[in-house]
């Protein structure tokens, strides 16, 4: 395929750049109906198979406990369930009463700096706006608590195990370095007793038209875009770190390449209480890519896509995706949740929610040029207490007493940022 659009620049036209790429798709592919139906039959494979398992009251997320995985006691049967699932919980990555104490300090910091006399709102349209007066995503990065989070051992141990899970070598190139990963910092979600939330539709981030569009994106699915869908691995991680997303004004984009998106949870997570499902089948994005070269799409459409919004899977284009949806288990206060970053996942809606539903999102972002350069921007927002290149200029936190300084940095913390080796 020859299409190519330049890096982080949106087309022109991009429903004309659509058109062009589906018909050069559909001639590169040659039966577009069989190489989906292909797709199709290995999803209905793994569909039945989580179905089964939810009938018969078995778990489908995989369960770590973090004492044996920092022990290196986590067996080849565990790291392939989790490389068949996409995702993954870890038990007691932190202990519970330091996750609860952290979500107390995080409360503490944000009245502490009268944070609900200067919210102004929502400060970008990615996933739409929030009715509520005080958010249920905070747009801080710079607490004492999320900044020891993303740079205790606990958590280098844990992104370690996880990047470790792909191919990160080939053709003679290390791809990234599996043992560092860079400190991406991203907002807190704080969600009381009580809440009525619709929560976050079916998605997948890290680009949406990029994922057709894009040249290093048309190397990584390259099998796919040749029809040959035997050959597709969504854990190799070629040509992964080259991917820039589009810039669009007033959205939320990502800089890095996560291995796994992820969150720890501050707070307990009570069944049916507003959580995060995912389709717990990592190759599903082949059959997101093609769907939209089926004759029912009209030419100039991605099943919905739009350009600086997520990749949406809805009912109406991805029935069969939609069916696997799967809640993540109970969780206490410190366990983590990790999913592959082609994994599609929402939130699910909640009405008058019992408990509080409170995390801190944390990803495994690993060491490369690509994270590296982002990284040492993190370091300059860091200084100033700005909010990070990839999120909305609100800068809260500038003037604010208490906050995470450079000074506080540990040897995780400095390599995560690129100051020393």
Not at 45 to 73: H, M, N, S, T, Y
Not at 176 to 181: G, V
Not at 227 to 232: K, V
Request: with cysteine.
């Amino acid at each position: 395929m020859t299409l190519t659009f330049t890096h982080g620049t949106l087309p022109a036209d991009h429903k004309a750049a659509i058109r062009l790429m589906k018909k050069a798709l559909r001639e590169q592919i040659g039966d577009v109906q069989r190489a989906f139906a292909a797709v199709s039959a290995r999803i209905e494979a793994r569909v039945a198979e989580i179905d089964a398992l939810k009938a018969q009251g078995d778990p489908v997320w995989p369960v770590i406990d973090f004492r044996r995985l920092a022990a290196g006691e986590v067996s080849d049967v565990e790291r392939e369930a989790i490389r068949r699932r996409g995702c993954a919980v870890i038990k007691g990555h932190f202990p519970r009463e330091q996750a609860l104490g952290w979500d107390r300090s995080m409360l503490e910091y944000l009245d502490r700096n009268h944070f609900d006399e200067q919210y102004k709102g929502p400060g970008d349209t990615f996933f739409g706006s929030l009715e509520a007066s005080r958010p249920e995503i905070f747009p801080i990065y710079w607490s004492q608590a999320q900044m020891q989070a993303r740079q205790s051992d606990e958590m280098a141990a844990v992104q370690s195990f996880l990047n470790r899970l792909w191919t990160f070598e080939g053709d003679g190139k290390q791809w990234f370095n599996p043992d560092i990963s860079v400190i991406y910092p991203d907002r807190i979600r704080r969600r009381p007793p009580g809440t009525t939330s619709k929560g976050l539709g079916a998605h997948t981030d890290s680009g949406a038209l990029e994922r057709w569009l894009l040249p290093a994106y048309q190397q990584v699915f390259a099998s796919v875009f040749r029809g040959d869908i035997d050959n597709y691995d969504p854990w190799n991680a070629a040509h992964r770190t080259e991917v820039e997303e589009y810039t669009v004004d007033n959205t939320t984009k990502c800089s890095v390449f996560r291995t796994f998106q992820g969150w720890t949870a501050l707070s307990d997570m009570i069944p049916h209480q507003g959580l995060l499902h995912v389709v717990p089948i990592p190759e599903a994005m082949a059959y997101i890519l093609l769907r939209p070269l089926l004759d029912d799409v009209p030419d100039d459409e991605l099943c919905g896509v739009a350009p600086g919004k997520v990749l949406p899977v809805s009912e109406k284009w991805h029935p069969l995706l939609i069916r696997a949806l799967t809640s993540i288990p109970a969780l206490e206060a410190g366990d983590s949740v990790w999913w592959h970053c082609d994994v599609i996942h929402s939130v699910a809606p909640v009405e008058n929610q019992q408990g509080w539903g409170n995390v801190m999102y944390i990803p495994a972002a690993p060491l490369c040029e690509k994270n590296l350069a982002y990284a040492k921007k993190v370091k300059v927002a860091l200084e100033r207490g700005a909010s990070p290149g990839d999120f909305p200029r609100e800068d809260y936190e500038v003037e604010w007493k208490d906050r995470f300084t450079l000074a506080d940095l540990n040897i995780h913390g400095k390599r995560a940022l690129g100051m020393t080796p």
